[in-house]
């Protein structure tokens, strides 16, 4: 492929250039455009789509059944991801709600949406009518928000009827107050409807399970890149957009956060990239919360040394403790294991590390971060629940190991399938990378 660059002037450099032609390797060399690994494109097209979609609207309706609601009504643009596999306006929609979708316990999905992207969703087999959106957000409806608001709750209790064979009850995601107040109004009933669609989230398909697969390709092969480029002299922002630049050229979307630290930046943790230079002998660590082609997260954390000094004795003793940390609790997983055994059984924390621990051992994993989230033994009677792990389950193990005060940290995690015989690791990525101990 040849791509023409115009006579002009830069705009990095300056410099004037002439019309030429340059081709696809030159481009990939020079680092304008990210280099491909085609296989992984092609994993990700043979992906049975219309296979996963009625997998997740089957569990979905499930749940619909199991508490007697004539539907959901999602709003969370990652609800409607698994119900309709589209995404159009993702992230946008996330702070400015307008483009929902309503699930019939027994009948339609039909999907509200903008009619200038309407096409975006069209010839999903799973989405039986689309209609135009009645937004009713400030930034859409101005001052006319009460009446915008008003007419789409009629129009809301208006399908509610239609297709709820009488059924009144149903089951909301996200709504505003004076929408959810204008639904009641209208003789709808409320209910939430994230346990519905974190439980249908739970348990993974055959489907979802090869999409987790290649989208955790496309996380090891951007991982593997980011470890290549780790360099003195490199910013933490220009490592980090190294994982951006790798998950977008195959099709990935988004990651969760921007958790990448190095030297002192470390400890503790939750730290976002900066325009920190790395210095040899830094440790780097990062999370990648990355949501990768499909939709799909793959949520691992590895932590480098960057090239130019050896460890130190301090250093190797920190990756010492989250390696046998994260070893020893994936060995604990297996189905029917409850979440308070697992928090009972996990890996001692010693004590001077306790205070900057990671906020949980274990949270499932999806289209995003979902249920559970399996806490410390420590934190069981402050905010943990119980729950157990069943077969087909995804899941990430954390650690951070930092002491309170420490001049540096180091964050592990893994991605693993629960299957009859245990975790079964999602990622090649080595968890030390070349460090030894």
Same mark, same amino acid.
């Given at each position: ?217 496309? $996380? ?109 609790? $994936? ?14 059984? $996990? ?17 499932? $994993? ?72």
């Amino acid at each position: 492929m040849d791509i023409r660059y115009n006579k002009g002037i830069s705009a990095s450099t300056g410099i004037s250039s002439e019309n030429r032609y340059y081709r696809q390797d030159e481009l990939v060399a020079t680092h304008q455009i990210s280099a491909i690994d085609k296989s992984l494109i092609g994993a990700f097209e043979a992906i049975n789509r219309p296979a996963l979609r009625a997998y997740r609207l089957d569990r979905l309706r499930a749940q619909l059944r199991m508490h007697d609601y004539a539907g959901m009504l999602l709003a969370d643009p990652v609800n409607i991801r698994y119900a309709t596999d589209t995404n159009s306006l993702g992230v946008w929609v996330m702070h400015a709600p307008s483009r929902y979708v309503f699930v019939a316990t027994d009948g339609p999905v039909v999907l509200f949406d903008f009619t200038s992207s309407v096409h975006n969703s069209e010839g999903i087999e799973s989405i039986d009518e689309i209609r135009p959106t009645i937004p009713w957000n400030y930034f859409l409806a101005g001052p006319r928000v009460e009446e915008k608001a008003a007419a789409w709750a009629r129009t809301m209790a208006d399908v509610v009827r239609q297709y709820g064979g009488g059924n009144r009850r149903l089951a909301v995601d996200k709504c505003d107050p004076w929408g959810a107040e204008r639904l009641r109004i209208e003789g709808v009933t409320l209910h939430d409807a994230q346990p519905l669609t974190e439980m249908a989230r739970l348990i993974k398909g055959p489907q979802e399970i090869e999409q987790h697969k290649v989208s955790m390709g496309v $996380c090891d092969l951007a991982v593997t890149r980011m470890r290549e480029a780790l360099r003195p002299g490199i910013t933490e922002n220009q490592l980090w957009s190294v994982l951006q630049d790798t998950n977008t050229a195959h099709g990935g979307e988004w990651s969760e956060a921007r958790l990448l630290s190095s030297g002192p930046r470390t400890n503790p943790w939750f730290r976002d990239a900066s325009n920190r230079v790395i210095n040899a002998g830094d440790i780097v660590g990062f999370d990648t919360d990355m949501v990768g082609p499909g939709g799909y997260l793959s949520d691992i954390s590895r932590s480098f040394i960057c090239p130019g000094k050896n460890p130190s004795a301090d250093q190797l003793t920190l990756f010492g403790h989250a390696r046998d940390q994260i070893s020893h609790n $994936c060995s604990l997983l297996k189905p029917g294991v409850t979440f308070r055994e697992f928090s009972e059984k $996990c890996w001692t924390v010693p004590e001077k590390y306790v205070h900057n621990r990671y906020m949980m051992m274990v949270h499932g $994993c999806g289209l995003v971060d979902e249920y559970p989230s399996v806490a410390y033994a420590v934190d069981f009677d402050e905010w943990g629940y119980d729950g157990t792990f069943e077969e087909n389950m995804v899941v990430s193990v954390e650690s951070f190991i930092g002491e309170r005060g420490g001049s540096e940290g180091v964050k592990l995690e893994e991605q693993v399938l629960i299957t009859k015989e245990g975790a079964v690791l999602l990622s090649n990525c080595p968890l030390l990378g070349d460090i030894s101990i």
